[in-house]
């Protein structure tokens, strides 16, 4: 059976996008095809405004509509406690703590197999950020490491770590933290690894 092209494609398509593989590409597509074309027209429209309808925030690099974003844009919130994160997708997960500071995304972390360095990162930008918070104020900075706890994440946290010291940003310039590390909300002791039940105890607190 020769599938027409169309369909093809958008199958192809799909298959690009994280977490989707052939079975459920297919499925997608065919589910499409039964949408009416009003439908199919918003969502095709949705697909292009994506792109023609955001841009990255020139203060925290975010995504946003607007040249600077909400966040950036709002007075109440602490300029001077940023935390570093890697993706977008964290700063919607931080925002749903009521997280009172600021967000600095990367957009990526330092992976030398896949051939992304420091400089492929939004990490110039980091430290431009805090050369214009020191020409306002000597007050001291927060910078707060968000990024994944795994290899890529650990090497891209200490990296920064390093260059703002490097940079001669001392603890009463720049005072730089890591998110806490342990156990998750409902997680069994008996099936964490030894280097999470290790982070877990360091990072104990007053009950």
Partial sequence: ???????LRLIESFERLP????KTAQRLTFHLL??????LQ????SLVGLKTGTKLCSICKNVSETDICSVCSDSKRDERQIIVVSNPLDVFAIEKTNFSGVYHVLHGTID???HVGPEELFIKELKQR?????TQSSKPVEIILGTNTSLEGESTAMYISRLLRDLGYNEDKVVITRIARGLPVGGDIEYADDITLKRALEGRANY
């Fill in 130 to 134: 805090l050369e214009d918070l020191f």
């Fill in 34 to 39: 039964h949408f009416p074309q009003e439908d």
């Fill in 19 to 22: 977490g989707i593989g052939p």
């Fill in 42 to 45: 918003r969502f095709a429209d």
């Fill in 112 to 114: 030398p197999l896949n």
């Fill in 1 to 7: 059976m020769k599938v027409p092209k169309p369909i």
